[in-house]
């Protein structure tokens, strides 16, 4: 019997060279045999589409079709972040160039819990972490999957830290901060209202004067439904004057320090005590790239993990990196990679180009809302998510209009509930997406909507 072949050693290329054409022919006739931006037909036509394909998932005989026919699937099945109007989440079309450097990470296969199996790739982290810490004025930064494992990291380190420590944060915070708090044994948060969608500092400020300590305040710069922006420096006030510490949950607004238009808007992030960062958002890399950057690097001590067959106290003073205490994860992949070669690529000035360039559009597509007689608009935009909806339609209208582009592989948009009310919402992270795209989108919405039975005033 023939051994499978590897993707990497001296014979890895030429085993990947046809395969990777294989997979390039079916991306391509995937996309077009889906014709939109997701599947139509629901979960049940999808469903049946990868069972038909599937088949049997683990069979006696393996088939050597199943590459192609399996990535075909996956292709004609997706929400592809790279059509215009797939716009409803934080879910952005990777750069080329990201996806190259994340196939090699994948090839070569470097895992990050020790050295010996990760020579170039942990050198290449510590420079490049150290390089994003400095954006946001901190000590250093861990590498992590996303936004959710860089809020629990940084409720853990502000556990460790501070024993006792009770969160503090607006009802806009991320989801993942009240999960940190349980899984961690905290104390049940105390949730401050946001009536107007990010965290009034008189309320804070009444809050910490009245709480027993130690407190850790999260504040949020790009809420997950609106995009909106905490009052940053005045929260970094607060913070300081009653001795709470304050975490920053910058997943998605962390690419503003990208452009030098936008960057201002994140004035204060720097004296937060962490700082999650996601540059599979406002990054544009395949997931996950997840950054949680710590101010005072004497906290990262808590992650310190001794396994002798990964970090023995002789190979660490004899200079050989210990690589453990750079996260909770024992096996970890070189994600690194992909943000290296995008930085180094694209520079500040190409990334900050993208930045603009959606903001831009957020704000162009809110004033043709604006300007249309049949729709109303939440408010401008902060970042790029912009809400909306039928003027007079009935918050059931709002949901089975929705429902309905999405059954039918129409359009991705996704939902907020602010202000008693249900909105569209689209979140624009495709630096491909035109304004002729997004009047296309609010003709089609109109359309729905007067299927649905909604008459427009």
């Keep these: 019997m023939t051994a499978a ?51 049997e998932p683990f069979p006696e005989q393996g088939d050597p079709q199943a590459l192609a026919l399996l990535v075909h699937t996956l292709a004609a099945g997706t929400a592809d972040p790279a059509d215009p109007l797939c716009a409803a989440h934080l879910h952005t079309p990777p750069l080329a160039v990201a996806a190259a450097a994340d196939l090699a990470a994948s090839v070569l296969n470097p895992s990050l819990d020790s050295w010996d199996q990760a020579p170039a790739a942990s050198a290449l982290e510590a420079a490049v972490t150290r390089a994003l810490a400095t954006e946001v004025g901190a000590g250093d930064a861990l590498v992590t999957t996303g936004g959710t494992e860089s809020n629990q990291l940084a409720v853990l380190l502000a556990r460790e830290a501070h024993p006792g420590t009770r969160l503090v944060c607006g009802v806009n915070a991320h989801h993942s901060l009240h999960r940190a708090a349980w899984l961690l044994g905290l104390p049940e948060p105390l949730t ?45 006030d607060l913070c300081e004057a009653h001795g709470a510490r304050l975490h920053i949950d910058a997943a998605y607004g ?66 050989f990196p210990d690589l453990l205490g750079r996260s909770l994860r024992t096996t970890r992949r070189a994600d690194i990679l992909k ?64 429902r309905h582009l999405l059954h039918h592989g129409r359009a991705v948009i996704g939902r907020a509930a602010l202000d008693g009310r249900l909105w569209f919402k689209t979140t624009l992270l495709n630096p491909h997406t035109r304004l002729s795209d997004l009047t296309a989108l609010l003709k089609l919405v109109d359309l729905v909507a007067l299927s649905e039975g909604h008459t427009p005033t």
């Design 192 to 236: 401050l209202p946001t009536p107007a969608g990010t965290l009034d500092p008189a309320t804070l400020d009444d809050a910490l004067t009245h709480l027993p300590g130690p407190l850790l305040v999260a504040a949020t710069a790009g809420t997950t439904d609106a995009g909106l922006i905490d009052p940053l420096p005045d929260i970094a």
């Design 339 to 402: 943000i290296a070669v995008t930085l180094k690529t694209l520079g500040r000035t190409g990334l900050g180009a993208l930045v603009d360039h959606v903001c831009d559009l957020a704000h162009e597509f809110a004033a043709l809302i604006e300007a249309h007689p049949g729709f109303e608009l939440y408010d401008r935009p902060s970042i790029s998510t912009v809400l909306f909806r039928p003027s007079e339609a009935t918050d059931d209208t709002v949901a089975a209009v929705r």
């Design 254 to 319: 962390g690419g503003l320090l990208l452009s030098e238009r936008h960057r201002t808007r994140l004035d204060g992030l720097t004296r937060a005590h962490t700082i999650t960062l996601d540059l599979h958002k406002l990054g544009w890399q395949p997931v996950a790239a997840g950054l949680l950057a710590v101010r005072d690097t004497a906290d990262l001590a808590t992650l310190e993990h001794q396994a002798d067959y990964l970090n023995a106290d002789d190979d660490t003073d004899a200079g």
């Design 5 to 55: 072949p590897l993707a990497s050693g001296p014979q890895g290329p030429d085993a990947l060279r046809p395969l990777l054409d294989t997979v390039l022919d079916v991306l391509r006739e995937g996309a077009e045999a889906r014709g939109g931006p997701l599947p139509a037909g629901g979960p049940e036509a999808v469903a049946a589409m990868v069972g038909d394909a599937l088949g």
